[in-house]
């Protein structure tokens, strides 16, 4: 009951602060993320926004935006099923808050440790970069910008010094699956 009237507020607040701003939500803009591809060219995701999820998000699954847009990974689809599961942060609570924003960033990111060929650098910077990308379109980032890029640079700084093993099995994982 408690997560409901959060989201209640939330979603009251967003809005609230869409009127004051003249933000028309219906019509999100396209943000430019990262491939996570050999290439790590960057590609245009198309959003949406998400009234229960108080910000705008890819209108297709990110899976298939960056399978379609990122041809040069070695993995399909179907290689890829089940590799990205969000952000995996080890601190209760701070997961499900940071999924609410990074989770499509986080997506790719996984995605990107389980691509052959990759540095765990490239990825870990990619993630950042998608990261602020969302901070900046409209929802529950960009109304607390700086806070969120903030919390991009924790989240950057904990894979840089913690995602070791997730890239290593990750790039193991390629090695078995992808071409």
């Not at 602060?17 to 803009?29: E, H, L, S």
């Not at 993995?75 to 701070?94: K, M, N, Y």
Request: glycine share 8%; proline share 5%; with cysteine.
């Amino acid at each position: 009951m408690l997560v409901s009237k959060r989201r209640y507020f939330l979603a009251f607040a967003v809005l609230l602060f869409a009127a004051q701003a003249n933000i028309n939500y219906a019509d999100c803009p396209d943000i430019t993320m990262v491939c996570p591809s050999k290439s790590g060219q960057p590609f245009n995701v198309g959003f949406c926004w998400v009234l229960e999820d108080l910000q705008c998000e890819s209108c297709d699954p990110i899976l298939d935006v960056a399978v379609s847009n990122c041809p040069d990974s070695g993995c399909d689809e179907s290689a890829w099923e089940g590799r990205a599961d969000g952000c995996s942060i080890p601190v209760p609570g701070l997961k499900d808050v940071w999924n609410e924003v990074f989770h499509q960033a986080c997506n790719l990111h996984d995605l990107c440790y389980a691509s052959p060929g990759h540095s765990q650098a490239d990825c870990d910077e990619w993630l950042f970069r998608n990261m602020v990308a969302i901070c900046g379109s409209p929802g529950l980032g960009s109304l607390a910008y700086s806070e969120c890029v903030e919390s991009a640079g924790i989240i950057y700084a904990a894979v840089k010094i913690g995602g070791g093993s997730s890239y290593d099995s990750g790039q193991e994982w390629a090695k078995k699956n992808c071409k």
